[in-house]
């Protein structure tokens, strides 16, 4: 039955994102852009492969490196209903963007998703300069769950290759299970981007025997979130993660990492990949491409300086309209 329903609702999300983005993103006619080249990858990870799509820009190489994973509780969602967005943050930004199609649960459970995810990076590392990408740039990123799979990734990177990840793009993301009910899951039950009841039967499907939490699944739950790279944190303010994404940020803070936290005020779960280009989604991803020119920069005074730039605090309240 379980595995019934998540079929039927990655049909349900594809068509809704479809739709959503159908003939919406800026063209080269319209504002001087020229698409992205996209090519599709196969990575090998344990007991199977799965796919990647790898987005080129016309920006000259070697350009930076996103690493995206995209959203879905775990259970929904794919690179193909993800295009239009990994497109949109590739042309906007220059980089060039790997999109991980991990394995979904009810299928595959914790943490495959993060054994892939892990695996993704790992290939960016070996073949991201083949394809015109910095590999001493790499970023992670990822909406929702997507977004715990960035912090996860971000996390086990820095005990196995440290100083690989240059930043950690965490937009709304899923850090803690929804055992530590936290205001914003009361406030927001009933969001239009995502649900509690949503979010309990997504936890279910991915940690099945429903442990509060895992060491690959809970990042927030963590003791030690030391020398990780830099973060930005985006959350929404009607979403019923709010609360565990911005109590991330403050973990990560507390570490002596350095932080970008910002609220989009009035928006829904959902706003930056679901709802197609719209005046938030715009914003936050200026704030994306900006964040990721200030980190570059950095990189380089260090490399310059041979010195590690202070930690800082940045915090953000940001409208959408």
């Not at 000259?60 to 794919?78: E, K, L, M, Q, S």
Request: aromatic share 10%.
């Amino acid at each position: 039955m379980n595995l019934f329903k998540a079929k039927m609702m990655r049909f349900v999300i594809r068509l809704i994102m479809r739709i959503c983005w159908w003939g919406k993103r800026p063209t080269k006619h319209s504002e001087g852009l020229v698409s992205a080249k996209r090519t599709e990858e196969t990575i090998a990870v344990n007991n199977g492969c799965i796919r990647a799509f790898v987005y080129t820009p016309t920006a000259p190489a070697p350009r930076p490196i996103i690493v995206y994973y995209h959203g879905g509780g775990f259970v929904v969602g794919d690179i193909d209903a993800y295009d239009p967005v990994c497109r949109d943050i590739c042309e906007k930004s220059g980089c060039l963007v790997v999109s991980i199609d991990y394995r979904l649960a009810p299928e595959y459970t914790c943490p495959t998703a993060a054994d892939d995810s892990l695996a993704g990076l790992e290939w960016v590392m070996a073949y991201g300069q083949k394809l015109g990408g910095d590999p001493t740039r790499i970023f992670v990123a990822g909406d929702s769950a997507g977004g715990n799979l960035a912090a996860v990734t971000a996390l086990q990177a820095r005990d196995r290759f440290p100083e690989t990840i240059k930043g950690q793009i965490l937009i709304y993301p899923v850090t803690d299970h929804y055992s530590a009910e936290t205001a914003s899951y009361s406030e927001n039950a009933t969001g239009q981007g995502l649900t509690r009841n949503q979010m309990i039967w997504f936890w279910d499907q991915y940690l099945p025997s429903k442990l509060p939490k895992h060491d690959l699944a809970t990042p927030l739950t963590l003791s030690n979130h030391t020398d990780l790279p830099p973060a930005l944190v985006i959350t929404a303010e009607l979403d019923p993660l709010r609360d565990e994404g911005n109590a991330y940020a403050e973990k990560l803070l507390n570490s002596q990492v350095d932080v970008q936290d910002s609220m989009y005020r009035g928006e829904q779960h959902g706003f930056f990949g679901s709802f197609g280009p719209g005046k938030a989604h715009q914003k936050a991803l200026s704030e994306i491409v900006t964040w990721i020119e200030k980190q570059s920069d950095k990189q380089r005074e260090t490399s310059i300086t041979g010195c590690r730039i202070s930690n800082r605090h940045s915090k953000v309240s940001s409208e959408s309209s």
